[in-house]
């Protein structure tokens, strides 16, 4: 009988078609497709018959299968499938009973081998293939576009995810066997195994197989490849392999660094984590920088797998250090986090070994090092990893000061990431630090200076105070007696007990210290026997040389005085003489006890010196942060906020400020910034520790309070936004509430400054729901505004300001036609305000003009007929001031005048008096006007829209009963239409007369109060009060926001108060008001508009402030020219003052967002700030161009400023200029265009490049151009225009004739040109002379006789749109005529003259 033929195991599957030499099994036929059920059948028949072995007769069927498994049917796959699986599990249970058969025959073995080798072949097959067909339809899901193949995918792959866990196991179970037996007792055969491990491989190469559902999966895999590696030598295949997947299927790294963690601990394989982190560590560290997928899938595997087995990977981590200083960001980042991995799991806490300390601090010095790597994911990263090490308390102290100071460091990072992971680590360390749960260095310097001056005396203590104050010289005349008394009994017979045993040392120095030890000791005799020893053996040699033995005692004393004195100096100051020897176990125990304090003391000061240094740290860090609250990236805005919120909570002092800093972001209009801020002021408000609701109340109620105190207007305003946002959300408590109420009408006990503060909360409260104030409007008037209001007017201006809450409908959209929110004239409030601003009129107080002003505002929000109401307050306080002024008459004889009234020759009156009635006839006519121009006109308007409605529902009544429309209908709504479209313009024009024709005219209350206003702005010398003169100059621009006409007319002296006035509040006061009127009566303030630029260069820093914000709001509501004046905001940006700097860069930003505005306006301000009679320093002018520069993002705003700086070098006369211009060119980023700008404009500053100043600008351009990187061909091109620049600036003056000869471009004569920009400079400096204030010619007659004067041409001018002049005609067609005037006006009443007199 012939040999069975011997199956191979194939490389590919078409090798077993192909004989493969004598003795090898080769298919024989390959079935068709319709005939492979029926052999599945016979072989399952055979099967049952003989086992597994009927493979060797029914191989060639299932192979049929493999061979057509992509148009095979469903079914057959399955059955084939399923069919192997039982053969196989039927093999695999034999196995054990057939491989302990002692007996088995060569043949049986080689069957079974045979057998064994098929049935795997092909169960390992159909493996492969079902998880091909199912990875390829998991794909074909992922597409949107092919969902048809969705259920195909489901069904063709139903039995393999079913059976595929199973079929793991059942392979994991046949290599647990012992199966060497069947290749004669040798290792199983590597084609085997590899066959068996394939399959695993493949699965993994699945992307899904991360997914948490095939979690069962992944683990039959992991324990199969265990069996492969326990008990077929799989290790180097596995090395391999897993390397290699690494690096080509990044998902797979997470997988194997779960499966390498388990194989370590439960299978025992820590020697494959070795061969696996040193087959990664040997790749070159260039070809990782070129891959970066296989660089994501090494590094993930690193780092994940330190985070399971960090053990191992720490006495593995030397083989990856080298990557460390590799290219690769991604492979530094995941051996850092291995060590972070390591410092936290392994090398963490006290009672490590010294290597292992030795491991820390090298890991520590590393991170550290790497803080400030080349790339920000490196640094950022890194920061993220000392946050999780200071988290888990892994650093230790010591380590401290050193990383904080990197994270410090670090805020100032150009990257956004690394300064976000900067503020985390800091807080991190504020929330995990060692010192004390309060931080600030303020209380800390006390207690450390206390302990260091507690320090300092005890080791003064310590130390011995005989020694130094007693010289040796006198200590040795205090020994003599004794000393000589011993060396005189060397000289007596000696006793047998008494023979001394002390022998000579063999050198000098070695007998010099024996002697002198003794001496110390008070072993006088042995010293003495020693000495005399010495004597004889040394004879001769220092310091053992004396007279003889004429005198042999003199000589023992001379040299033990001699050794005594000279070793005591040096010897004293560490080891101090004994007094007996028998005290000396005595006193080293006394020593031990003030040894043990000192160390103790010791380690307290450093503690506190460490607590007193991070403090100090943070305090800096502090500073930085709070600067980022306004960064433009919304994720270290918010850290910027946390942070603040956790120092705030470790009581650091200047957290305070950080939280007021941040309200203003409530405006934000990011919502994750405004949703911050809100849970920061949550957190550190609203989540209070307390237990009762009262005493949350209570606590909340003082935070809140604190943060008012000297609050500016407008952290108020933040603070109430916030406020009204919690009420909003009934996240404050009705205790709170209840509390406030308490504390307003005195039944909780306060202070006048908590019951303001009281109020101030209830208003923000109110803004939210109203109805706070709404239902106990009574229980203010009564309590704010009682009679003892006088004594302090702070607490009912807070309650006039918290009442006119309820003039702001929350809801105005719900009932657009409803009726405004007044009060009767007659209200309880009105009477009391009245009463309370009147009593106050006479009386001294700094308080009672804003408590007026409140008032006034408060009337006319909710009065019904607030002019007639303010008339009374007007017409009482007026005649209050006549009788002091009659009184003062009366009295003037006798008393004379005195220095705190104003006079003019025919009477006298309090300056109090006169402040208060100037500032009182201000506020109510600025508050008539407003009434007038808001509250009369929405009431027209509202009737109006109400009379429209009835009007247009009666028109659809008729049009319903009469379907058939006619001619008249349709002139009726034409007619409708007509009114709609003019009616705003007709009661525009009614409040415009009243404002013009009858509020300042004889019979008007005002009109009487106009010349005294007028005398006082005239008359500074006479009235000389500064606050006199302030609200006189304020009430004077109220009074022209009523009339065009008044306000023309006393236009001039409004600006020459603003130029000529020597007091600041006068000056600022003025500025706001011609604010407003640049607003209201825009054509009459034009020709004024380089007054009000003027004051941007005033003297005083509050003025130029005031004036910045003034001027910024006009700008940006096209209210005022800009062109040509401009570069007066733009000197802010060097202003001294900090907030004039703000001031500055707020305007500019601002200005950004109005499209090309800043880009259209820079060579305007360029040719201003480098004119030499600009003032403005060569460096200043840099520090202004820097700020102004980062504007221009567009590529063509930058090509298109190459060009025109180019050609500004043309006309340029100075070298300063030319020095500016080329600096300017050096802040822009130049692109491919520019240059080629660059090139075609070379001529323009070729000239130029003499100048080393203007060579290094373009220089510093070429080189920001190459970092950029640049493209092969414009290489060349910059290569050249260095050459050029390079040739020019060597020729020197020589350049000059040879650029400008060859470019036949003359240099025009700027000379001639430039007296006209100084003269339009001139109205800009600080001092003008009377001449400036002759009232400009209006703009209509100025631009006529320009245009006789001058042909016109075209040049481009940068307008904003309040330089569009509207037309005279238009005007004209704005009058109103006879039959357009309202036939019925509005019942709301007018005050006038007559009805007061």
């Known amino acids: 009988m012939a040999a069975a033929p011997e199956f191979h195991l194939p490389l590919a599957a078409a090798d077993l078609l192909r004989d493969g030499g004598p003795g090898r099994y080769v298919v024989q036929e390959v079935l068709a497709a319709r005939d492979v059920p029926p052999a599945l059948a016979a072989f399952r028949a055979a099967f049952r018959a003989r086992g597994a072995l009927a493979v060797l007769q029914h191989f060639d069927c299932v192979y049929s299968v493999l061979h057509h498994f992509r148009s095979a049917g469903a079914a057959v796959k399955e059955d084939a499938l399923e069919l192997m699986m039982h053969v196989v599990s039927h093999h695999s249970n034999e196995l054990p009973t057939i491989l302990s058969d002692s007996g088995l025959s060569h043949a049986d073995r080689a069957a079974h081998l045979n057998a064994l080798k098929m049935n795997c072949y092909l169960l390992t097959g159909l493996m492969d293939a079902f998880e091909m067909e199912t990875c390829k339809n998991s794909c074909l899901e992922a597409d949107p576009g092919r969902k048809s193949r969705k259920n195909h995918a489901k069904t063709s792959g139903s039995l393999w995810e079913e059976e595929r866990e199973k079929l793991l196991r059942l392979l994991t179970q046949l290599l647990q066997l012992d199966l060497r037996q069947l290749w004669g007792g040798l290792a199983v055969e590597e084609e085997f195994v590899s066959l068996m491990t394939g399959s695993c491989y493949r699965i993994l190469e699945n992307p899904s197989i991360g997914l948490q559902r095939y979690r069962v999966t992944r683990e039959a895999v992991t324990h199969l490849l265990a069996a492969a590696l326990i008990h077929c030598d799989h290790m180097f295949s596995a090395t391999l392999k897993i390397t290699q997947m690494l690096q080509h299927f990044e998902h797979v790294a997470p997988v194997f660094a779960q499966a390498v963690s388990l194989w370590a601990k439960e299978y025992g394989l820590k020697s494959l984590v070795g061969e696996l982190l040193r087959e990664i560590g040997q790749k070159c560290p260039q070809d990782l920088a070129r891959e970066a997928s296989g660089v994501k899938g090494y590094a993930t595997f690193i780092s994940e797998l330190a985070e399971q087995i960090p053990a191992l990977v720490l006495s593995n981590m030397s083989v990856l250090l080298p990557h460390l200083d590799g290219e690769s960001y991604t492979m530094r980042n995941a051996i850092l986090a291995a060590m972070a991995e390591v410092l936290v799991q392994v090398l963490n806490g006290d009672q490590l070994e010294e290597s292992a300390r030795g491991t820390r601090d090298k890991f520590l010095d590393m991170l550290q090092a790497h803080v400030c790597d080349v790339h920000s994911f490196v640094r950022s990263r890194v920061l993220q990893l000392f946050t999780r090490i200071v988290q888990c308390k892994a650093l230790p102290l010591t380590q401290f000061q050193s990383v904080v100071s990197l994270a410090v460091g670090r805020l100032k990072d150009k990257s956004v990431l690394v300064v976000k992971n900067a503020i985390q680590l800091l807080a991190a360390f504020l929330s995990n630090n060692p010192f004390s749960s309060k931080l600030s260095w303020t209380d800390l310097n006390e207690p450390l200076k206390k302990e260091v001056q507690k320090l300092k005396e005890m080791r003064d203590r310590s130390r011995p105070t005989a020694v130094p104050v007693i010289p040796p010289e006198e200590e040795w005349e205090a020994m003599l007696p004794e000393v000589r008394a011993a060396t005189q009994q060397l000289f007596q017979p000696l006793q047998e007990e008494e023979e001394e045993v002390l022998e000579v040392e063999e050198t000098v120095e070695r007998t010099v210290e024996q002697i002198t030890g003794l001496l110390k000791k008070l072993h006088y005799k042995s010293a003495a026997r020693l000495t005399q020893k010495a004597l004889c053996r040394f004879q001769g040699k220092e310091p053992f040389i004396g007279p003889g033995e004429e005198n042999e005692e ?126 920061a002021y949550r957190q550190l408000y609203l989540s209070s520790s307390e237990d009762s609701e009262r005493a949350k109340a209570q606590a909340l109620v003082h935070s809140l309070s604190l943060i008012m105190v000297d609050a500016s207007l407008g952290t108020i305003q933040c603070l109430e936004e916030i406020i009204s946002e919690f009420v909003q959300k009934d996240e404050i408590k009705p205790a709170v509430t209840q509390l406030l109420w308490e504390r307003f009408t005195e039944k909780s006990p306060c202070s006048s400054l908590e019951r303001r503060a009281a109020v101030m909360l209830l208003g923000m409260m109110a803004r939210g729901k109203p109805e706070i104030i709404g239902s106990n409007l009574d229980i203010l008037v009564t309590m704010g505004l009682s009679e003892k209001a006088c004594e302090d007017y702070r607490l009912p201006q807070e309650v006039c300001n918290v009442i006119s809450k309820l003039a702001g409908n929350p809801k105005p959209a719900l009932e657009k036609n409803s009726a405004p929110f007044r009060l009767p004239q007659n209200h309880m409030l009105f009477g009391c305000l009245s009463e309370t601003v009147s009593k106050g009129f006479a009386q001294p107080s700094s308080h009672w003009i804003p408590f007026m002003e409140a008032a006034v505002t408060l009337i006319y929000q909710l009065a019904e007929g607030a002019e007639e109401i303010c008339a009374d307050i007007l017409h009482v306080c007026s005649q209050q001031a006549l009788e002091k002024l009659q009184e003062a008459d009366e009295q003037k004889a006798d008393a004379g005048d005195s220095p705190h009234r104003v006079s003019d020759g025919s009477g006298s009156l309090s300056t109090f008096l006169l402040l208060h009635l100037v500032a009182l006839v201000g506020q109510v006519a600025l508050q008539q006007v407003a009434y007038l121009e808001v509250s009369v006109s929405a009431e027209l308007r509202r009737r109006r829209l109400l009379k429209e409605e009835k009007t247009k529902k009666q028109a659809d009544t008729s049009s319903k009963k009469r379907p058939q429309s006619t001619g008249n209908e349709t002139t009726m709504e034409e007619e409708l239409g007509l009114v709609g479209a003019t009616a705003d313009d007709t009661e525009a024009e009614l409040i415009r007369s009243i404002c013009e024709a009858e509020l300042l005219d004889g019979k008007h209350l005002f009109f009487a109060f106009v010349p005294l206003v007028l005398k006082i702005c005239n008359n500074p010398g006479l009235y000389s009060d500064s606050a006199l003169s302030a609200a006189a100059a304020l009430t004077l621009g109220k009074l022209c926001m009523i009339s065009s006409e008044f306000c023309d007319s006393h236009l001039r002296l409004l600006f020459t108060m603003m130029e000529k006035s020597t007091l600041p509040d006068v000056r600022s006061n003025l500025i706001i008001a011609a604010g407003d009127l640049a607003i209201r009566f825009p054509n009459l303030v034009e020709p004024w508009t380089s007054h009000l630029y003027a004051r941007l260069r005033d003297p005083c ?118 020095r500016d211009l080329s600096h300017c060119l050096a802040l822009l980023p130049v692109s491919e265009r520019g240059l080629h700008k660059l090139q075609d404009n070379y001529d323009c500053f070729a000239d130029k490049l003499q100048d080393p100043a203007v060579y290094n600008c373009f220089q510093t351009v070429l080189a920001r151009f190459r970092r950029a990187g640049i493209k092969p061909e414009t290489k060349a091109l910059a290569e050249e225009l260095e050459q050029k620049l390079s040739a020019s600036h060597n020729r020197g003056l020589d350049s000059t004739e040879t650029c400008q000869d060859g470019s036949q471009t003359p240099m025009p004569a700027p000379a001639k040109r430039k007296p006209i920009g100084s003269s339009r400079r001139q109205p800009l400096s600080p001092a003008n002379t009377d001449n400036d204030f002759v009232t400009p010619p209006s703009r209509t007659l100025r631009n006529h006789k320009r245009a006789q004067k001058r042909p016109p041409r075209k040049k481009a001018i940068i307008t904003f749109s309040s330089d569009e002049e509207n037309n005279s005609e238009d005007e004209l067609l704005a009058e109103l005529r006879e039959e357009e005037t309202p036939t019925k006006t509005t019942p709301i009443t007018r005050s006038s003259a007559r009805r007061r007199r």
């Open 1101 to 1218: 820093p509050s003025v130029r402030q005031t004036a910045g914000l003034v001027m910024t709001h006009l700008i940006l509501k096209d209210m005022v020219k800009v062109k040509g004046q401009v570069s007066e905001m733009a000197t802010l940006l060097i202003d001294p003052e900090e907030a004039i700097v703000t001031v500055a860069q707020n305007f500019f930003g601002e200005l950004a967002n109005k499209g090309n505005a800043v880009y259209n306006l820079l060579p305007d301000i360029i040719s201003h700030l480098s004119d030499p009679n600009s003032g403005i320093e060569e460096e200043s002018f840099h520090t202004i161009m820097r700020h102004l520069f980062s504007y221009i993002t567009k590529d063509k705003q930058t090509e298109s400023l190459v060009e025109k700086l180019c050609q500004r070098f043309r006309t340029a006369r100075t070298e300063r200029q030319y």
């Open 554 to 679: 003199a000589t023992i004393l001379d040299v033990l005085k001699r050794l005594y004195t000279g070793s005591c100096p040096g010897e004293n100051s560490e080891d101090p003489p004994r007094d007996s020897s028998s005290d000396e176990i005595a006193e080293v125990v006394q020593e031990e006890q003030p040894q043990t304090e000192l160390v103790k003391q010791e380690m307290l000061v450093h503690y506190l010196q460490d607590a007193y240094n991070f403090s100090v740290k943070i305090t800096e860090a502090l500073n930085l942060i709070s600067k980022m609250m306004y960064e433009n990236s919304v994720s270290v805005v918010q850290e910027a906020i946390e942070f603040f919120v956790t120092v705030s909570q470790f009581g650091v002092p200047q957290a305070l400020l950080g939280v007021r800093r941040m309200l203003p972001l409530i405006w934000s209009k990011e919502p994750g910034i405004k949703e911050a801020v809100l849970n």
